[in-house]
């Protein structure tokens, strides 16, 4: 009987235990159920933003790509991060070449003087440095605009603005031409005019 007493006991106390491990589970099930329905919801938002980013980091391309201008962002050490088409095609250097230094990539490729592309680039804003370049067998002749940013992180990044103004150049040269020769016909006139 003692025996039996003992063992009535012991299953109350496992059916006790049983039933505190039941509802613990229950609970911990509930709390899984709840946190994977917060985490379904955290990923939803997730996947918003990153479409959200994804569509204004689009958009701001399209504007960069669409400028009537070149445009070349720099990191602290002046290596191009990014560039729009137009740079490429005013600077007539093919996309894979523009990666690495700025600075080279204006010296070596384009032929620009290193004392002016050093005093260019650690100028916090320059406005309308022009260069004379070489670009497909031909003179070119290009106006840069370099703007320092701040970012987060407190480095010194720029961006820089190129701009082709070899018609206003070749327009510029034909009017001092013009000049010249029409200060020579006057010159011309005066003379014949004092020798009747």
Same mark, same amino acid.
């Given at each position: 009987m003692?025996?039996?007493?003992?063992?009535n006991?012991?299953?109350?106390?496992?059916?006790?235990?049983?039933?505190?491990?039941?509802?613990?589970?229950?609970?911990?099930?509930?709390?899984?159920?709840?946190?994977?329905?917060?985490?379904?919801?955290?990923?939803?938002?997730?996947?918003?933003?990153? $479409?959200?980013?994804?569509? #204004?980091?689009?958009?701001?391309?399209?504007?960069?790509?669409?400028?009537?201008?070149?445009?070349?962002?720099?990191?602290?050490?002046?290596?191009?991060?990014?560039?729009?088409?137009?740079?490429?095609?005013?600077?007539?250097?093919?996309?894979?070449?523009?990666?690495?230094?700025f600075?080279?990539?204006?010296?070596? $490729?384009?032929?620009?003087?290193?004392? @002016?592309?050093?005093?260019?680039?650690?100028?916090?804003?320059?406005?309308?440095?022009?260069?004379? #370049?070489?670009?497909?067998?031909?003179?070119?002749?290009?106006?840069?605009?370099?703007?320092?940013?701040?970012?987060?992180?407190?480095?010194?990044?720029?961006?820089?603005?190129?701009? @082709?103004i070899?018609?206003?150049?070749?327009?510029?040269?034909?009017?001092?031409?013009n000049?010249?020769? #029409?200060a020579?016909?006057k010159?011309?006139?005066?003379?014949?005019?004092?020798? $009747?």
């Amino acid at each position: 009987m003692k025996h039996l007493n003992l063992l009535n006991k012991a299953f109350l106390n496992f059916n006790q235990a049983a039933i505190k491990l039941k509802d613990s589970y229950e609970k911990l099930q509930a709390r899984v159920g709840e946190l994977n329905s917060e985490l379904e919801e955290k990923n939803r938002c997730l996947q918003a933003s990153l $479409r959200e980013n994804e569509d #204004i980091k689009n958009y701001l391309k399209s504007i960069l790509e669409s400028l009537p201008c070149g445009v070349i962002a720099l990191d602290a050490e002046k290596n191009v991060l990014t560039f729009n088409r137009k740079a490429q095609s005013i600077i007539g250097i093919p996309a894979e070449e523009m990666k690495g230094s700025f600075c080279a990539i204006l010296t070596s $490729r384009l032929g620009i003087p290193v004392r @002016d592309v050093e005093s260019f680039l650690n100028a916090k804003t320059i406005s309308n440095f022009e260069a004379r #370049i070489k670009k497909d067998y031909s003179t070119a002749y290009i106006s840069l605009n370099i703007t320092a940013l701040k970012n987060s992180k407190n480095d010194r990044n720029s961006v820089v603005v190129i701009q @082709d103004i070899t018609r206003l150049k070749r327009l510029e040269i034909q009017a001092q031409r013009n000049s010249k020769l #029409i200060a020579i016909g006057k010159m011309a006139a005066k003379m014949a005019h004092e020798i $009747r």
